[in-house]
C-alpha cells in the first residue's frame, strides 16, 4: 500500500542560496611570438574540443571619419576566400574537420572565431592562419555583402532602438570615433574593394593580435602548432592615430528623432564614464545592477511592475578601449513619455541620495558573481574573459580576483560609484518617436533639437 503524500509545507521566505560554487583556474601559458603575436593558452580538458580566437586592435573606430563601416564589412568579406582555399574550399574544410569559422569587427576590433574537435587543432589553426594572411576578397562577394548590408541600413533606418543609440552616441562622443555607430548608405555605396584590401594589410597584422585558445591540448605542444603556422607571419605595426577628446556636457538636453505614425517611443539617455581600467568599474557594476542592470532592479520594479509603462526597461555601463558610457532605456507609449523619464531620473537621483539596502546590495553582489561564474564555466565564456583581460591590459589577476572585488563592495562603495557616474544633471536624453505626440512631453526635460530617420536636421 502506498504511503500517502506528507502534507505540503507553507514557507514564509525563499530558501536559502546554496553556498558559491568554487572556480578552478586553469594554468594559462602566456607566450609572444617574435613577430609580436601575443598568445595566451588555456587546457580545459572538460570536452575533446578546443576554441580559439585571433583578435586585431583595430575597428570600425580607426576609420569611421574616412569609411564608416569599413572594418565591419573587411571581416564580412575576409570569410570569402584566400589565394589558395576557394569559399566552397573553405567549408569542405570545416564540414571535414567538425568545425565552425566567423569573423566580425566592432568599433575597437576585428576577429576570426574557429571551434572543432581537438584532434584537428592543427587544420583549424591552419585555416585561420590562411585567412589572417592570405584573404583574397572575391570581388562578386565583396558586392554580394555590400548589396545586403544597404538592405539592413535601410530596415536600420526604421528601428527605434537603433536610431536612439545612433544618436545618442553621436551627441556623447561629438567629434571622437565612437560617435559614429555606422555608415550612411550613401558611404557604404562609396566604399570599394580596394579599401577592404588596404584595411586588410595595415591592420591585420601580428604586431597588433591576439589569439586566445581554450581547449583540450597540452599547452606545450599548442604552442609549437601557433609558432608553425603564424611564426612566418610579417607586416609592420601601423601607426598610432590620436583622437578627439569627447565633449563635456553642461545640462540636460534633448535629442528628437522623428518617426512619423510611431505609437510607441524609444526613450534612451546617459552619459560619458569609464572603462574597466578605472578602479571604480566594480563599483560602477553593482550600481548599475540595481538600478537596471538586473530583470529585479529598481527601474523594473518601479516602471514595468508598478506603473505599467514599458515590459523591460533598464540600465546598462559600455565599456570601449578609450572611453565608456553609461545608458538608461525604455520603449513605452507615446503618452507616458515624459512620465518615464521622470521615473528614470527619480532612481537616478536616489541611487545618488541614499545608500542601497544590506538586501539589494547582497542580491546584485550574488547576481554579479553568479553570472560571471557561469559564463567562465564554458569554452567560449572562459575564452571571452580572458579577452577581456588582455585586450584591456587589465591586471594579471582580474579573473581570479573578480568575485572577491565584487563581494568586498559595501552601500557606501556603490553610492559614491553611483555619485561620480550617473550624471544625472548633465545627461543627454534622446526619444525616437511621431514629433507631434512626443516633442511637448520632450522638453520639459530640456532644450530639443530634432532629426529625421536619416540623421538631417529638422527646423
Keep these: 500500500m502506498t504511503a500517502p503524500a506528507a502534507p505540503a509545507v507553507a514557507r514564509a521566505h525563499a530558501p536559502a542560496l546554496a553556498p558559491e560554487t568554487r572556480v578552478a583556474w586553469p594554468k594559462r601559458t602566456v607566450a609572444t611570438l617574435a613577430n609580436g603575436l601575443q598568445v595566451v593558452l588555456v587546457e580545459s580538458r572538460t570536452f575533446p574540443k578546443i576554441t580559439a580566437q585571433l583578435y586585431f586592435r583595430s575597428g570600425n573606430a580607426v576609420v569611421s571619419h574616412s569609411a564608416p563601416g569599413l572594418a565591419e564589412i573587411t571581416a564580412t568579406v575576409l570569410r570569402s576566400g584566400t589565394d589558395a582555399r576557394p569559399s566552397r574550399q573553405i567549408e569542405e574544410d570545416l564540414r571535414r574537420m567538425g568545425a565552425g569559422l566567423g569573423t566580425s569587427a566592432g ?8 571551434h572543432g574537435l581537438a584532434e584537428f587543432s592543427g587544420g583549424i589553426l ?4 590562411d585567412l589572417a594572411r592570405h584573404a583574397s576578397f572575391p570581388a562578386e562577394e565583396f558586392e554580394r555583402q555590400r548589396r545586403q548590408r544597404l538592405e539592413e541600413l535601410k530596415i536600420e533606418r526604421t528601428t527605434p532602438g537603433f536610431l536612439a543609440s545612433e544618436r545618442l552616441r553621436r551627441v556623447l562622443f561629438g567629434a571622437h570615433p565612437y560617435a559614429v555607430v555606422s555608415p ?20 591585420y597584422v601580428p604586431a597588433e593580435s591576439l589569439l586566445v585558445v581554450v581547449g ?14 603564424f611564426g612566418a607571419w610579417k607586416a609592420p605595426k601601423p601607426a ?19 518617426l512619423p505614425g510611431s505609437v510607441q517611443t ?42 505599467g509603462y514599458t515590459y523591460s526597461p533598464g540600465s546598462g555601463v559600455n565599456a570601449l578601449r578609450q572611453q565608456g558610457y553609461f545608458t538608461v532605456r525604455a520603449a513605452v507609449r507615446n503618452d507616458v513619455v515624459a512620465a518615464t523619464l521622470t521615473e528614470m531620473f527619480y532612481e537616478i537621483d536616489r541611487m545618488r541620495s541614499l545608500r542601497v539596502t544590506d538586501e539589494e546590495l547582497a542580491s546584485a553582489q550574488s547576481y554579479i558573481t553568479g553570472v560571471f561564474s557561469l559564463g567562465v564555466a564554458t569554452q567560449d565564456g572562459l575564452l571571452g574573459q580572458l579577452a577581456t583581460a588582455y585586450l584591456d591590459q587589465l591586471p594579471s589577476d582580474y579573473l581570479e580576483g573578480y568575485r572577491e572585488r565584487i563581494r568586498a563592495l559595501t552601500a557606501a562603495d556603490v ?21 507631434a505626440q512626443i516633442a511637448e512631453q520632450g522638453a520639459l526635460f530640456g532644450p530639443i533639437t530634432a532629426y529625421d530617420a536619416q540623421g538631417n536636421k529638422l527646423d
Design 107 to 114: 568599433a575597437d576590433l576585428s576577429a576570426i572565431s574557429a
Design 126 to 129: 591552419e585555416l585561420m592562419a
Design 184 to 203: 550612411t548608405e550613401a558611404q557604404l555605396a562609396a566604399i570599394t574593394r580596394d579599401q577592404l584590401v588596404e584595411f586588410y594589410e595595415k591592420h
Design 216 to 229: 583540450d591540448f597540452v599547452a606545450a605542444e599548442m604552442l609549437e602548432q601557433i609558432e608553425k603556422v
Design 240 to 258: 598610432h592615430l590620436e583622437s578627439a577628446a569627447p565633449p563635456h556636457h553642461w545640462g540636460r538636453h534633448v535629442y528628437l528623432v522623428h
Design 266 to 307: 524609444q526613450v534612451l539617455l546617459g552619459n560619458l564614464s569609464i572603462t574597466r581600467r578605472d578602479p571604480d568599474w566594480y563599483r560602477l557594476l553593482v550600481a548599475n545592477s540595481i538600478l537596471g542592470g538586473a530583470f529585479h532592479s529598481r527601474l523594473v520594479l518601479n516602471i514595468r511592475e508598478q506603473k
Design 415 to 435: 553610492l559614491a560609484g553611483a555619485r561620480r557616474h550617473f550624471d544625472s544633471a548633465n545627461a543627454q536624453i534622446v526619444i525616437v518617436g511621431d514629433r
